[in-house]
């Protein structure tokens, strides 16, 4: 292999990595960025169903003029009672499915599936 071929082989070879290095970022950041809400509005949690990729921070809003909250079957998290516009976060670290309802309300139920 010549010095030429050499030098044009590991060029490209960085450059490839460093175009490779600039497509995670953005991912990275757009992951960062992608805040998922639950609206819980009308005695029901919109959307019922949410998928979202681990690391995901799900923030449900009480959109309804009654208090609300939102309590996993599991215990994985626990809201307070919520008023009206009143938020609660959690952020889903592991993959699983977590389904949820309002201690107020029961038959108020949704889920929170973590891919
Ligand atoms: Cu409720």
Avoid at 16 to 34: I, V
Avoid at 69 to 85: E, H, I, W, Y
Wanted: aromatic share 12%.
């Amino acid at each position: 292999m010549s010095t030429a071929v050499l030098f044009a082989t590991t060029f490209g070879v960085g450059f490839a990595g460093l175009r490779a290095g600039e497509r995670n970022l953005s991912a990275a950041a757009q992951q960062k960025s992608d805040a998922t809400e639950v609206k819980i509005d009308n005695f029901s949690f919109g959307p019922a169903e949410l998928k979202v990729p681990v690391g995901t921070t799900v923030t449900w809003t009480n959109r309804d003029d009654i208090p609300h909250t939102a309590v996993s079957t599991d215990k994985t998290f626990k809201s307070k009672v919520l008023d009206t516009d009143e938020k609660f976060s959690f952020t889903f670290s592991k993959p699983g499915t977590y389904e949820y309802f309002c201690s107020i309300h029961p038959k108020m139920t949704g889920k929170v599936v973590v891919q």
